[in-house]
């Protein structure tokens, strides 16, 4: 099944605007952001801790709605479905 990614501010540099995965059916959230985490070491290093581990700051959404970055993880993904990351928001 095919899902678009989309990545912000920094994260828009690292992965480009937006992207399409293929994904197996049945795959998650997390299993998602482990894919692009593979892909991508510059990800990986901005978006996960030492552990492996979703840093606290990382904002998701999943088809426009915010998703719980540690409870929704386990969230199955379904055919054109939309996950757009963020990095954290500084204001000032």
Known sequence: MKVKVRAFASFREILGREREMEMKEGSTVADLLGDLALASPRFREAAFDDS????????????RKRIDSLQDLKSELCEGDEVAVFPPVAGG
């Open 52 to 63: 492996g581990q979703l840093k606290d700051y990382v904002l998701l959404m999943k088809n």
